[in-house]
């Protein structure tokens, strides 16, 4: 690993080579150039140097995703300090936890935020720095409370001539150097920081820069929907695109399935990387009731015209999605199969990759021409993974990896790094797969989600969710063992519940309807006892997996 480069190099080079062109924008509003960007970053650079930042302190960054939390992440990076990203999504007491685990001596936090958080509760912390305009919510530090006031006049002093390409000499970072801590969600307790080294960011970057990038035009187009603090949004929606020069649009307000719809219309982005929540939801609201029609239905069964038919149902699916996407990229939780098979069948670009934030996030991933059903992708360049498993073709058995992109370990916690992480160096994923003799990579399961059957036999809850999701009404669902019994916890469509006028009574019907059905396709061992009907949506992790803890 020693000829990794600087990753920072990256940042500097993306912003010296692309000067004049737009770089961030705020949906709906402001667009900063990427010369901008780099004289916000310097600005940022003489306010922690005010404030006595050293290399190595921790800054953390909180709030939606922007274009500002991309200019203070990119900054605390290249000053050479270790950053934060805090999911906005946690309440005041885990963000003030983790601003306090982290010991981390700045925050930046966003205009939501600002108002759960408890400046007392981090006393540690020399300043809380509003993301909208980089104002001082809170200060304990004289000398960056002046170092704010006197802002433009300290950088004008520093750059008398104007600040240019050739002013940017950024800290030049090592391989295993600490690049960020990523506090995981978590299922339970206090959340696990992970750390990140700038290799990890490298390697992520590198290889979709050789994946991706020959496939995308040069000035492409990014939407950025997934937390940027989360790393499959950070690293797919935000580092690879800004290194190569993309022009990046931020969703600074709930991505809603309307606002997301409407986004890619207007943006039409030049790829697009999603969560299958959102790929589902558009596919069944957005596009199934426009091509459901008898007509349709009949003209596909002819193959005379079945060809001509689902070019043009893909080129309406395509239109879904902006026009002009090269691919749809899927990770965080395997697509409803339902919705795979119909992509598909209709050769629409879709793939499915594999990661974790341990890994930065990349495991596995296949261009949608070597995408195979089913499966999530092969193993990515600078990373080594097998299947722990006497027969991995045939017998499931746990994910392991090592490379480029494995952590460091966890922040302050030597006994939960041991145990994620063997003696040589393989990272132990908890995810149970087989792999095909090509490398393909097929998830059966998370290995703490497995259940028991009554008789020892091995019960995967997201194969048989997979199916209930697929059915008429079903919104998402969940399996939970209760004794001896498997019961599904189902969310159904209320909207479309309603407009059909059923009632409650109705509805337990149907559902009972659905069990049977379900149960005629399972084996004895993994079917439904019985089914309860959950009226509001379940609680998420924000890449949109069902907190399934919550529901045991």
Known sequence: MNNIPSFNSYIEKAITENWLLDALTDYKGATLQYHDVGRKIEKLHIMMEAAGIQKGDRIAVCGRNSAHWAVAFMATLTYGAVVVPILHEFNGEQIHNIVNHSESRLLFVGDYVVNTITPDEMPHVEGIINLPDFSLHTCRSEALLYAREHLNELFGHKYPNAFRKEDIHWHKDTAEELALINYTSGTTGFSKGVMLPYRALWGNVDFCQKQLGSHMPKFS??????????????????LFPFCSGYHLYFLTRLPSPAVIAEAFKEVCPDIVIAVPLIIEKIIRKRVFPQIQSNVTKILLQMPVVSRKVKERICQEVRTAFGGRAYEVIV???PLNQEIESFLKGIDFPITVGY?????????????????VPASCGTPVSNMEVKILSPDPEKVEGEIVCRGTHVMLGYYRNEEATRQAI????????????????DGHIFIRGRLKNMLLGAN??????EEIEDKLNSMALVSESIIVQRGDKLVALVHPDMEEAKSMGLSQEDLQGVMEEHRQELNAQLPAYSRLQAFEIQEEEFMKTP???????LYK
């Open 543 to 549: 890449k949109k997996s069902i907190k399934r803890y």
């Open 456 to 461: 020892g036999q091995n019960v995967y809850p």
């Open 221 to 238: 187009r990014t939407l950025s929907i997934l937390p940027m603090a989360h790393m499959y949004g950070m690293a797919m929606e935000f």
């Open 331 to 333: 990770g965080g939780a």
């Open 422 to 437: 063997d003696e040589e160096g393989w990272y132990h994923t908890g995810d149970l797969a087989t792999m095909a003799s």
């Open 355 to 371: 990661g974790t934030t341990e890994c930065a996030p990349l495991i596995s991933f296949s261009d949608y021409h070597d995408f």
